[in-house]
């Protein structure tokens, strides 16, 4: 950036609806600037941002541009969009969300980023919901909704800034952390990367930025960290019955609603024993990455036990939504196999007759290289609807269609279709779910728009 970020008065965020972007848009207008923004779409970000006074543009309005002196735009964005092409014959200053938050997150001691293929959100969550427990009152942003926050940014002091921190477009790389904690690393972001093994060599990069005063926390259960572990940071690993983990658990027992509870231990020392109000096995090892952050910056164990029995999860994570006619609804922000399998495995805790998966592929590359992966899971669930691919930043280059997941799906499981918008899934829905089914709105685009057509009834 060619200024000080102190010196930008009149900002413009182009998709400043978006996750991170309205994060930004409501922390850049806290501070004092003059805030404008775009989007595509009118969403529950938009119309908050709206009631913070700030004018937002659906679509494209370029009289919004004329007395800005600086535009930040997401990866999503391409070069011919109006907005940037105006900056550019106007000789504004444009720059990417990760390249600002980079510079923006310089001004804070300590710099905690969350990053990896799964489980980045509900980690975030948990540390942020650490750090208030103990009245640290850190800045926050996360990709997803926390309730003790009631959204997903939390405007703190200039000492912690816990940041969910994504990999793709290698955005990771334009910050600073003080601390990195690594929950995985997956194949995904294909259009990008092209393969696994550039994906860890991106994830290699991002922890080479640690300075030596710095802390790396690694989920050492996943094969594809095991690369990471040579650092001038501070190492801690994480596992579940990993006798190489710094950090692990053991004896791991399951209330009778399947949540957990397990013994800790710290370098084979019993630390705590600790119970959670989320399921599954990957809920463990997000709260073991959790209480390795809290240690690390000698947070007391009461605090840490106390936040992670009271979190509940995050918005789209496996959340229960209510019931239509007796049938219990459930919506998962998962969008690649490994997630899916996840949100499965949840669904086998919950009581229930027969699981209807309604499944939003989301992106033409995503849905391409992965189709075999997503047909072999989406196949174990009982019935399953698949909606029209969403296509978010991409256009259709891969000739990839929704009868190509259908057509894969069948050769294990007969019980699936192809319907094309939110309110005939709906529809279709209402005419054969059954009393304790259990319907599951699957994906990272508004699929769960599903569930809201069925719980306004």
């Known amino acids: 950036m060619k200024k000080n970020i102190k010196d930008y008065q009149n900002i413009h965020l182009i998709g400043i609806g978006g996750a991170s972007m309205y994060c930004i848009a409501a922390t850049l207008k806290n501070d004092g600037?003059?805030?404008?923004?775009?989007?595509?779409?009118?969403?529950?970000?938009?119309?908050?941002?709206?009631?913070?006074?700030?004018?937002?543009?659906?679509?494209?309005?370029?009289?919004?541009?004329?007395?800005?002196?600086?535009?930040?735009?997401?990866?999503?964005?391409?070069?011919?969009?109006?907005?940037?092409?105006?900056?550019?014959?106007?000789?504004?200053?444009?720059?990417?969300?990760?390249?600002?938050?980079?510079?923006?997150?310089?001004n804070y001691e300590n710099l905690i980023c969350i990053s990896g293929t799964h489980g980045k959100s509900t980690t975030t969550s948990m540390i942020a919901s650490v750090f208030l427990e103990a009245n640290l009152n850190p800045t926050i942003q996360i990709g997803a909704s926390l309730k003790k926050i009631n959204g997903n940014y939390h405007i703190g002091n200039k000492k912690y800034f816990i940041l969910e921190a994504c990999e793709y477009v290698d955005s990771f790389l334009n910050f600073k952390p003080t601390c990195e904690i690594i929950t995985n690393i997956d194949n995904d972001h294909l259009d990008y990367f092209k393969n696994l093994d550039n994906i860890k060599k991106s994830f290699k990069k991002y922890t080479e930025i640690l300075p030596s005063t710095?802390?790396?926390?690694?989920?050492?259960?996943?094969?594809?960290?095991?690369?990471?572990?040579?650092?001038?940071?501070?190492?801690?690993?994480?596992?579940?019955?990993?006798?190489?983990?710094?950090?692990?658990?053991?004896?791991?027992?399951?209330?009778?609603?399947?949540?957990?509870?397990?013994?800790?231990?710290?370098?084979?020392?019993?630390?705590?024993?600790?119970?959670?109000?989320?399921?599954?096995?990957?809920?463990?090892?997000?709260?073991?990455?959790?209480?390795?952050?809290?240690?690390?910056?000698?947070?007391?164990?009461?605090?840490?036990?106390?936040?992670?029995?009271?979190?509940?999860?995050?918005?789209?994570?496996?959340?229960?939504?209510?019931?239509?006619?007796?049938?219990?609804?459930?919506?998962?922000?998962?969008?690649?196999?490994?997630?899916?399998?996840?949100?499965?495995?949840?669904?086998?805790?919950?009581?229930?007759?027969?699981?209807?998966?309604?499944?939003?592929?989301?992106?033409?590359?995503?849905?391409?290289?992965?189709?075999?992966?997503?047909?072999?899971?989406?196949?174990?669930?009982?019935?399953?609807?698949?909606?029209?691919?969403?296509?978010?930043?991409?256009?259709?280059?891969?000739?990839?269609?929704?009868?190509?997941l259908v057509n894969l799906i069948k050769k294990e499981n007969t019980n699936v279709i192809h319907i094309s918008t939110y309110p005939l899934i709906a529809d279709y829905l209402k005419e054969h779910v059954k009393e304790n089914d259990l319907i599951l709105t699957i994906g990272a685009g508004p699929i769960n728009n599903v569930a809201k057509i069925l719980l306004n009834e």
Not at 36 to 47: A, C, F, I, K, Q
Not at 307 to 333: N, P, Q, S, W
């Open 33 to 106: 600037k003059n805030i404008t923004g775009s989007d595509l779409n009118e969403s529950d970000n938009v119309s908050y941002l709206k009631k913070l006074g700030i004018k937002i543009a659906i679509g494209h309005d370029l009289e919004l541009l004329k007395n800005c002196d600086l535009i930040i735009y997401t990866a999503a964005i391409k070069e011919d969009d109006p907005e940037l092409i105006y900056a550019k014959e106007h000789n504004i200053e444009a720059v990417d969300r990760a390249v600002f938050l980079g510079e923006y997150t310089k």
């Open 214 to 404: 710095g802390h790396l926390i690694v989920n050492i259960d996943d094969i594809n960290t095991k690369e990471l572990l040579d650092t001038k940071a501070s190492l801690i690993t994480f596992g579940i019955n990993n006798k190489e983990a710094n950090i692990k658990a053991l004896n791991i027992n399951y209330s009778s609603l399947g949540f957990p509870s397990f013994d800790v231990y710290i370098n084979d020392e019993y630390y705590d024993t600790f119970t959670l109000s989320v399921r599954g096995t990957h809920n463990i090892l997000d709260a073991l990455a959790t209480i390795a952050t809290a240690i690390t910056y000698n947070i007391d164990k009461k605090y840490i036990k106390k936040a992670l029995k009271e979190f509940t999860g995050v918005g789209r994570r496996f959340e229960y939504l209510g019931e239509y006619h007796k049938a219990h609804i459930f919506d998962d922000f998962a969008h690649h196999p490994t997630e899916i399998m996840t949100t499965y495995n949840s669904s086998k805790s919950v009581k229930h007759n027969e699981t209807w998966a309604v499944f939003q592929s989301h992106t033409f590359s995503r849905t391409k290289e992965l189709l075999k992966d997503f047909a072999k899971v989406l196949s174990k669930f009982d019935h399953v609807i698949i909606c029209d691919i969403y296509p978010a930043r991409e256009t259709n280059i891969w000739n990839v269609k929704e009868e190509d």
